[in-house]
T-cell receptor, first 113, second 111 residues
Framework: DGGITQSPKYLFRKEGQNVTLSCEQN?????MYWYRQDPGQGLRLIYY???????QKGDIAEGYSVSREKKESFPLTVTSAQKNPTAFYLC????????????FGQGTRLTVV | KQEVTQIPAALSVPEGENLVLNCSFT??????LQWFRQDPGKGLTSLLL?????REQTSGRLNASLDKSSGRSTLYIAASQPGDSATYLC??????????FGRGTSLIVHP
């Protein structure tokens, strides 16, 4: 089955810890995105990558880091510098061209304990 | 910077009603507009994609229209059912090919 897989589904982080969220796609898409969703806030862009080995900051990149070493994978690290990391994180991919659909994973819910 | 607004923020209707959800955007230079459905605690499921050159798209009981010049789209849901209860989000894609989202409309259809 083609699609996007995010793992884990639930993640708990202690204060001061870095955690990494996984996002893998087998759609052969060039572009991948990370969004953060908070209640009543909609989706806000954290980072995006339009090609392997390249990525750009989105609107709320502070406290986050990413890598894009393989076309299929775009992991997101939530660092200890992110002061309010509790949220629902969504990964998406697309062909990165005009008039193509974006597809989403099932999300990772991160909670600080 | 593109801004996307969805009205209403929440909607509660009895089963069988026809519904209209609204989406507006500030920059009309878009490639496409996409409507998504999100169930609680889940990811987004694509419903319809309207290219900038198109006026509408239909899928089953769903019909989405696009008026690019006025920066508006509507999602029409015919004969609503309890299974339609979810949050509906619209996203526009502009020159950087990055989807920009509204905050969504939370829909409850009660029996």
């Amino acid at each position: 089955d083609g699609g996007i897989t995010q793992s884990p589904k639930y993640l708990f982080r202690k204060e001061g810890q870095n955690v990494t969220l996984s996002c893998e796609q087998n759609l052969n898409h060039d572009a991948m995105y990370w969004y953060r969703q908070d209640p009543g806030q909609g989706l806000r862009l954290i980072y995006y990558s339009q090609i392997v080995n390249d990525f750009q900051k989105g609107d709320i990149a502070e406290g986050y880091s990413v890598s894009r070493e393989k076309k299929e994978s775009f992991p997101l690290t939530v660092t200890s510098a992110q002061k309010n990391p509790t949220a629902f994180y969504l990964c998406a991919s697309s062909r990165g061209q005009a008039n193509t659909e974006a597809f989403f994973g099932q999300g990772t819910r991160l909670t600080v304990v | 910077k593109q801004e996307v607004t969805q009205i209403p923020a929440a909607l509660s209707v009895p089963e069988g009603e026809n519904l209209v959800l609204n989406c507006s955007f500030t920059d009309s230079a878009i490639y496409n507009l996409q409507w998504f459905r999100q169930d609680p605690g889940k990811g987004l499921t694509s419903l319809l994609l309207i290219q900038s050159s198109q006026r509408e798209q239909t899928s089953g009981r769903l019909n989405a229209s696009l008026d690019k010049s006025s920066g508006r789209s509507t999602l029409y849901i015919a004969a609503s059912q309890p299974g339609d209860s979810a949050t509906y989000l619209c996203a526009v894609e502009g020159g950087s090919y990055i989807p920009t989202f509204g905050r969504g409309t939370s829909l409850i259809v009660h029996p």
